[in-house]
């Protein structure tokens, strides 16, 4: 499964407990992607290569690296950071606001969770490889 694929597969989910089955994540884990979304108003949480999660009450940097979230004390110039956005007024296609957005330079691919029909969180998918 490439990661296009596997990004439009799990896109459109409601926001929930857990929010992806044991199924995807060990798809994600067996091809080698990470998923990263948000959770409630303080968390970016990473699923399948990456296990983890990091802190961001209404957004900000996280560092990582192929093992992991990264103490802010400990970063170095080769671990990698996505930005959390919490609220920043990226849309979607029926302009309706979204909650959780993130930014990377990290080439990844996009899905969306909603809440209650509202968009609630447009996460990205990335492969590990292009992490270390």
């Known amino acids: 499964m490439d990661i296009k694929e596997f990004a439009k ?15 995807e994540i060990e798809t994600a884990e067996e091809n080698g992607f ?5 959770a409630s108003d303080d968390l970016m949480e990473f699923e399948g290569a990456i296990c983890d999660e990091a ?10 690296n ?3 979230v990264i103490d802010d004390n400990s970063v170095t110039s080769f671990d990698k ?14 302009e309706q606001e979204i909650t959780w957005t993130y930014e990377t330079e990290i080439p990844h691919e996009t899905f969306m969770i ?13 492969s ?4 270390g």
């Not at 802190?55 to 990582?64: A, D, L, Q, S």
């Open 128 to 131: 590990i490889d292009d992490v």
């Open 81 to 94: 950071q996505i930005k959390a956005i919490w609220c920043g007024g990226e849309k979607d296609d029926d």
């Open 66 to 68: 192929e093992t992991g």
């Open 55 to 64: 802190g961001r009450f209404e957004g900000g940097n996280v560092y990582f």
């Open 114 to 126: 909603y809440e209650d029909g509202e968009p609630y969180c447009r996460g990205i998918v990335f």
């Open 9 to 23: 597969s799990i896109s459109g989910k409601e926001y929930g407990y857990p929010q992806f089955t044991k199924e």
């Open 34 to 38: 990470v998923i990263v979304y948000g």
